[in-house]
C-alpha cells in the first residue's frame, strides 16, 4: 500500500525557513519522482519542485527557484523540501506525491501524480 505522510509544516515570519519531510512507503523510490506540490485558498493546487528517483533530475518551478530545495535520502525513504526566505504568498497546504518518472514530462505536472500525502499546511505571517 502506497503511503507519502508529510510533516514539518507551522507558522513562520515572512523571511523564516521551514523544512517538509515526506516519508513514503509500499513502493521503491527508485521508480517513481517525488514531487512537492501547494495549494493556497481559492487557488488551484500547483507544482512546486520535483526529484527523480531514477536519476535525481531536480525540478523547480519559479516561485520556488533560488529559495527552495529538494533534497532525497532514499535509505530513509524520505525526501525533503528545504524553504527559506519564505514570504506570505507561499501560504498553503504543501503535499508531496508519488509522481510517474520520465524525461519526457516534468514531475511538476500533477497530470502524472499517481498518489497523494494527506498535506502540511505552512502559514507565513508577520
Known amino acids: 500500500q502506497v503511503q507519502l505522510v508529510e510533516s514539518g509544516g507551522g507558522f513562520v515570519q515572512p523571511g523564516g525557513s521551514l523544512r517538509l519531510s515526506c516519508v513514503a512507503s509500499g513502493f521503491d523510490l527508485d521508480y517513481f519522482a517525488i514531487g512537492w506540490f501547494r495549494q493556497a485558498p481559492g487557488k488551484e493546487r500547483e507544482g512546486v519542485s520535483c526529484?527523480?528517483?531514477?536519476?535525481?533530475?531536480?525540478y523547480y518551478e519559479d516561485q520556488g527557484k533560488g529559495r527552495f530545495t529538494i533534497s532525497s535520502d532514499k535509505s530513509k525513504n524520505t525526501v525533503y523540501l528545504q524553504m527559506n526566505r519564505l514570504k506570505p504568498e507561499d501560504t498553503a497546504v504543501y503535499y508531496c506525491?508519488?509522481?510517474?518518472?520520465?524525461?519526457?514530462?516534468?514531475?511538476?505536472?500533477?497530470?502524472?501524480?499517481?498518489?497523494w500525502g494527506q498535506g502540511t499546511q505552512v502559514t507565513v505571517s508577520s
Open positions: 506525491a508519488q509522481v510517474a518518472d520520465s524525461p519526457r514530462f516534468p514531475c511538476t505536472d500533477s497530470g502524472y501524480v499517481a498518489h
Open positions: 526529484i527523480s528517483g531514477r536519476d535525481g533530475t531536480i
